[in-house]
């Protein structure tokens, strides 16, 4: 059992930058493949960015490489997400979500572990 603790999210203007941290329950944290989520009113749920076990081999959204950036500290049983150059169009609820399992996945069916979500705004 995992349990996940969004934080950082809230309203910024575009261009600005956010940090979202995720800190996970257990001793088990290392052995999750770890992503971040978002939704936005209407839309459905996507994969932002994936992280691997080992912290290798990061997976980025199209619309999101270059301005974002996933990392984790196992140490610590967190993962984050660096956001930079925010747009209105990155406005929507972040989730954190652990996958129990080694191969990256991009539906959220695949993981198994939900945060309660982080509200991101960017006002134009």
């Known amino acids: 059992q995992v349990q996940l603790v969004e934080s950082g999210g809230g309203l910024v203007q575009a261009g600005g930058s956010l940090r979202l941290s995720c800190a996970a329950s257990?001793?088990?944290?290392?052995?999750?493949?770890m992503g971040w989520f978002r939704q936005a009113p209407g839309k459905e749920r996507e994969l932002v960015a994936g992280?691997?076990?080992?912290?290798?081999?990061?997976y980025y959204l199209n619309s999101v490489k270059g301005r974002f950036a996933i990392s984790r500290d196992n140490a610590k049983n967190t993962v984050y997400l660096q956001m930079n150059s925010l747009q209105p169009e990155d406005t929507a609820v972040y989730y954190c979500?652990?996958?129990?399992?080694?191969?990256?996945?991009?539906?959220?069916?695949?993981?198994?572990?939900w945060g309660q979500g982080t509200q991101v705004t960017v006002s134009s």
């Open positions: 979500a652990a996958r129990n399992g080694a191969t990256m996945r991009y539906d959220e069916y695949s993981y198994d572990y």
């Open positions: 992280i691997s076990r080992s912290g290798s081999s990061p």
């Open positions: 257990g001793r088990t944290f290392s052995s999750y493949l």
